[in-house]
């Protein structure tokens, strides 16, 4: 069961990062949109997310509540721990929301610079918040404070550095989405130039992130690199990567969108098997952190349950979606 629990969060947050990361990054292009067709890049970011923007956040939803009634001591711990980089997240994906809904209304030029901004440092905070616990730095003393602090944990070079690959995977997947929905060839040109520099970005923070790894990390490093998985993983992630370029460069944007998705997947379901068994490491592993073994049951029924209603929901969803784009 408490394998079953983990491997729901693990993959609802990859779906998290392969759809609303998409999202996210839209804001970053439509921050750094520029030149003759700045505005057209801007409205097709509006165009994309309409629908889904919403939706998406279901994800992060599972993710917190599987959390805090699955393994609570493991939510007790991250919330107070890291309550300064969630606390932001949380803020700048409010302000995100509603700057976007506010400036389909007015204000177009005021809202869309809070909705770019807040999109641009989101990922980051998330990031950080994962590099943290990962990186062995956020032990609890006895009233539930973090020993070193509620900064040092979060504000130090790997957690930092995962922050900025974050940022640079959304912005990636959101450049490869965007040059697919875009029937404008000249658009097309610009989200597919964007997408490859940050292909390149992407493989720049995730070595920085691997050179940055701290001696509190050593089993997270020693599993990813060492494991029997490990090697099938790194070349498989490689090959996700190389074949997105590929596609990119011989504008096959429906096949660089399916490697960019699995490469984006294989990246965040890499991070989460390599931190197994600690959920916040080294202290709290999944068995030690679970909730008594009734909780855990009632909350696999509800999962299942939910998804019996999620899944079709979504599914249609984005049919209708595109079936209003068609």
């Not at 070193?148 to 450049?175: D, I, K, S």
């Not at 089993?219 to 490689?238: K, V």
Request: with cysteine; net charge positive; charged share 15%.
């Amino acid at each position: 069961m408490i394998d079953a629990l983990a491997a729901a969060m693990l993959a609802s947050l990859v779906a998290y990062c392969v759809l609303a990361g998409a999202d996210v990054g839209g804001g970053v292009w439509d921050l750094l949109a520029t030149g003759p067709r700045a505005e057209r890049q801007r409205r097709l970011v509006d165009d994309a997310i309409a629908p889904v923007w919403e939706a998406n956040h279901v994800w992060l939803i599972l993710i917190v509540v599987l959390l805090f009634t699955g393994f609570p001591r493991a939510f007790a711990a991250a919330s107070i721990g890291l309550h300064v980089p969630l606390t932001l997240m949380l803020l700048g994906i409010v302000l995100r929301g509603s700057a976007w809904a506010f400036r389909r209304y007015g204000g177009r030029a005021r809202w869309g610079r809070i909705f770019a901004i807040a999109s641009a440092v989101t990922p980051i905070f998330l990031g950080s918040a994962l590099g943290a616990v990962t990186s062995g730095a956020l032990h609890a003393g006895p009233d539930g404070a973090p020993e070193l602090g509620f900064f040092r944990p979060w504000l130090a070079p790997f957690p930092l550095a995962v922050g900025a690959l974050t940022l640079a995977l959304f912005a990636y997947l959101a450049a490869v989405y965007l040059a697919v929905e875009t029937s404008d060839p000249d658009l097309r040109d610009d989200f597919r130039a964007r997408a490859i520099l940050s292909a390149v970005v992407v493989a720049g923070c995730a070595l920085a992130a691997g050179l940055l790894t701290p001696q509190g990390a050593r089993h997270f490093r020693e599993t990813l690199l060492g494991s029997p998985w490990s090697w099938l993983h790194q070349i498989s992630t490689g090959a996700a990567a190389v074949g997105a370029l590929w596609a990119l460069f011989t504008r096959r944007f429906r096949t660089a969108r399916a490697m960019a998705v699995v490469q984006v997947a294989l990246i965040v379901g890499g991070w989460g098997a390599a931190q197994r068994p600690f959920l916040i490491a080294p202290d709290l592993t999944l068995e030690s952190a679970a909730a008594p073994e009734p909780t855990l049951r009632l909350l696999l029924v509800a999962l299942a349950t939910g998804s019996v209603v999620l899944f079709p929901s979504l599914w249609w969803l984005f049919r209708v979606f595109k079936r209003g784009r068609a």
